[in-house]
């Protein structure tokens, strides 16, 4: 076997093809036409002395060692296409993107994101509310912020709190009936919450019914939303209890826009938690961020904790 290099142009092409496992996708990745990713291939295999494609019908495969060379070759590739993601970022060197579930996205990060951000008017920060977990080193985060299991498919993590759920209806809502004993929130409509399967979800209406030693039998009209924050909105306005998070319904209690007739609460199975890409921590104000997103969260524990809600007058 020959020890000649292939042209790179000739590698580049035939990494590309191996990749989409198209010559015409290659093709537009690369620039160029059908042709010239053919020719590039076959400069390839002259050069080894191998033959890297075979035909399968009306296809074009890789053959058995254009598969063992297309994965070795494919490792230079891929760190090649790192680096440049890195260069890429690294043009924004105060800019960060901080990944998080939407519903904590929307009710608790954001309102005290901008303290962060008056403090450190330099640091130019995404908030970015999705259930995708990020893959640091390919996407374009800096920071996700996320909840139970999913803390084992980052290297870099810190626990941040385990939050705590409590039944909560607007005012009016209450209003118009007479609750005498907790368990009389079950006869009252309610709203339930189910998140995505890959997080869990946090406890509902039968977990809740079970800690006070009452039976619950899910209405025919019961409606079940997928965010937290839209269930905690529609219990706002006046559509039936939720079982609400203290973390994201803290403004909604505190201006009374929600009451809690008991509080009678339970806590998530698991804990939010931070992880974060090391390059992060390299870029001017990282580590504060990663700092301040630890001391809120320390304070957020304190607060669901020891929470007491506000006196309600029962009808």
């Not at 993107?97 to 994101?113: E, F, G, N, R, Y």
């Not at 870099?156 to 009389?184: I, K, N």
């Not at 403004?251 to 809690?260: K, Q």
Request: charged share 20%.
């Amino acid at each position: 076997m020959t020890s000649k290099l292939p042209p790179l142009r000739a590698i580049q092409a035939f990494e590309a093809f191996g990749r989409h496992g198209s010559v015409t996708a290659a093709a537009e990745e690369l620039g160029v036409s059908a042709g010239a990713i053919s020719q590039q291939i076959r400069k390839a295999e002259e050069a080894l002395g191998l033959r890297l494609l075979e035909r399968r019908g009306r296809t074009v495969a890789l053959s058995s060692w254009g598969k063992i060379y297309h994965a070795e070759i494919s490792v230079g590739f891929d760190q090649i296409r790192q680096a440049q993601d890195m260069l890429a970022r690294r043009r924004l060197e105060s800019g960060f993107t901080i990944s998080c579930l939407p519903s904590l996205a929307i009710k608790w990060v954001a309102p005290q994101l901008f303290d962060w951000q008056a403090d450190h008017p330099g640091a130019a920060v995404r908030l970015e509310g999705t259930e995708f977990e990020p893959r640091f080193g390919k996407d374009q985060v800096d920071f996700r912020i996320s909840y139970g299991a999913k803390i084992r498919a980052f290297d870099h993590y810190v626990e941040l709190f385990t939050d705590w759920v409590v039944p909560a209806c607007s005012p009016a809502l209450l209003a118009r009936h007479s609750l005498r004993r907790p368990a009389d929130i079950l006869d009252l409509p309610l709203l339930g919450i189910e998140w995505d399967r890959a997080h869990g979800s946090p406890p509902g209406w039968p977990e809740w019914a079970a800690s006070i030693g009452a039976h619950y039998s899910k209405s025919p009209g019961e409606l079940t939303l997928s965010l937290s924050s839209a269930a905690i909105d529609a219990a706002v306005n006046g559509r039936g209890f939720v079982l609400a998070q203290l973390a994201m319904a803290a403004d909604e209690i505190a201006t009374g826009r929600l009451v809690v007739p008991f509080n009678q609460r339970l806590q998530l199975s698991d804990a939010y938690f931070l992880a974060w890409d090391r390059a992060a921590l390299e870029k001017p104000y990282g580590p504060e961020l990663r700092a301040w997103i630890t001391a809120i969260s320390k304070r957020q524990e304190a607060l669901s904790n020891n929470w007491a809600p506000p006196p309600v007058a029962l009808g």
